[in-house]
């Protein structure tokens, strides 16, 4: 039973261009949500987090919202660069007592075209 | 470079044998994780060990087991092996407990054959 996902598994977008990533998670005990980038070869790196205290939060070219009522947070980067062409995973973390225990979502596959 | 060291970085091995992936997290962080990620699949979250205690455990096997010593280096020690247990495992590693980034290893990729 997966718990977060993400239902698109790529992505293809023009440089400049706004890059829209939507994550969906069954469980209303997440509160804590988190996204990651992965380049071929390397370890995924922290992007960007959320608590659910809060519906938008922002750092850069990386905005994330999250919508407590439909379950669902979305990350938007404006504007997409080609450098940014990776695998983003959603995480979400389920109460204080679990730490930074993560549960992953299974990743969408970003294309950034010169 | 996140700072966190994963060996070996490929592994190839038969079912039926026992192999140990190890992990040296950042210098100064305490926690140190283990993911797998098997084909499509996501990150799944094995075991959490912080300053050389259990802290938290996840989808690990029972065929599976680690543990974290004094110098906070881990092994992920993966006995009687089966072909599904071909996957990316990751180590990850941050200061403490609570709410903060991991820094990720870059993975060491096993194939069991």
């Known amino acids: 039973d997966q718990q977060v996902k993400q239902n698109s598994p790529s992505l293809s977008v023009q440089e400049g261009r706004i890059s829209i990533l939507n994550c969906d998670y069954t469980?209303?005990?997440?509160?804590?949500f988190l996204w990651y980038k992965k380049y071929p070869a390397e370890g995924p790196t922290f992007l960007i987090s959320?608590?659910?205290?809060?519906d938008k939060n922002e750092d850069g070219r990386f905005t994330v919202f999250l919508n407590k009522s439909a379950k669902h947070l979305s990350l938007h980067i404006v504007p997409s660069q080609p450098g940014d062409s990776a695998v983003y995973f959603c995480?979400?973390?389920?109460?204080?007592?679990?730490?930074?225990?993560?549960?992953f979502g299974g990743g969408t596959r970003v294309l950034v075209k010169p | 470079d996140s700072g966190v060291t994963q060996t070996p970085k490929h592994l190839i091995t038969a079912t039926g044998q026992r192999v140990t992936l190890r992990c040296s997290p950042r210098s100064g962080d305490l926690s140190v994780y283990w993911y797998q990620q098997s084909l499509d699949q996501g990150l799944q979250f094995l075991i959490q060990y912080y300053n050389g205690e259990e802290r938290a455990k996840g989808n690990i096997l029972e065929r599976f087991s680690a543990q974290q010593f004094p110098d906070l280096h881990s092994e992920l020690n993966l006995s009687s092996l089966e072909l599904g247990d071909s996957a990316l495992y990751f180590c990850?590693?941050?200061?403490?407990?609570?709410?903060?980034?991991?820094?990720f290893g870059s993975g060491t990729q096993l194939s069991v054959l």
């Open positions: 990850a590693s941050s200061v403490g407990t609570k709410r903060e980034k991991l820094f």
């Open positions: 469980n209303s005990m997440f509160d804590y």
């Open positions: 959320i608590s659910s205290i809060k």
């Open positions: 995480a979400a973390i389920r109460g204080k007592a679990a730490g930074n225990k993560l549960t």
